[in-house]
């Protein structure tokens, strides 16, 4: 699977400095990857990329450019689907100009990849479900839970906290409350504003929505309803 913009090179091992403290090396173009993270042998790299110290990226991850890993992030270790422990799996693609905090988790995808696009926020200690995916300019704050196969429309705000089950889709454009839980029966839908437990639409996310013309809106909620989990 590959995604627009995305330019992975093959895997190859060299070294460089950053600086006179910091040995770093090179997998791929000008990738900076500190000397205590893991990187497998089947992890595809593009360019000018960032791996902080103790990551793991493993399995068949794709990457982009431009995109930067804080330290201790895990990214595309197995399932955690148990009929899928010790089984083969999907990987996950990450697109470009992602910042992805300390901590972090993103599981590897069951049935698919489980997909990061571009210019994607993931705060600390927050965790991607597998097979879930993830539009363009996306916030997913400080311990968020995404449970498999979720799919986030583009510029969807994630409060501090809060917590999606799985199979849920969330409008593009919508913000999710502090603490919120997304319930099973909860599908929010675009420049909705949802908050609670379990969550409930309270009014329109004006703050985004005033920025677009009423067929600028129109369009965009036809594009998320055309998007499939």
Do not use: W
Request: aromatic share 8%; glycine share 10%.
């Amino acid at each position: 699977m590959t995604m627009e913009d995305t330019t992975p090179n093959q895997n190859k091992k060299q070294h460089a400095t950053l600086n006179s403290n910091i040995k770093v090396v090179l997998k791929g173009g000008n990738n900076y990857i500190h000397p205590t993270a893991i990187i497998g042998d089947d992890v595809v790299l593009g360019d000018n990329n960032y791996i902080g110290a103790f990551c793991l990226i493993t399995g068949k991850t794709i990457i982009g450019n431009n995109n930067r890993f804080e330290g201790f992030c895990s990214i595309g270790t197995e399932p955690e689907h148990k009929d899928y422990f010790d089984e083969p799996n999907e990987g996950v693609v990450i697109g470009n100009y992602n910042r992805i905090r300390e901590f972090v988790t993103i599981n590897a995808g069951c049935e698919k990849p489980t997909t990061l696009h571009n210019n994607i926020l993931a705060l600390r200690g927050c965790y991607i479900g597998h097979d879930s995916t993830i539009y363009d300019n996306c916030t997913i704050s400080a311990n968020v839970l995404i449970g498999g196969h979720c799919l986030l429309g583009y510029s969807v705000n994630m409060g501090l906290g809060s917590i999606c089950h799985q199979f849920t889709k969330i409008g593009s454009y919508a913000m999710i409350g502090m603490g919120a839980i997304i319930t099973k029966k909860i599908q929010p839908q675009c420049f909705g504003v949802y908050v609670g437990n379990p969550a409930k639409y309270i009014k329109e996310n004006d703050y985004h929505k005033r920025n677009f013309t009423g067929e600028a809106v129109n369009k965009i909620c036809e594009k998320f309803e055309n998007l499939v989990l």
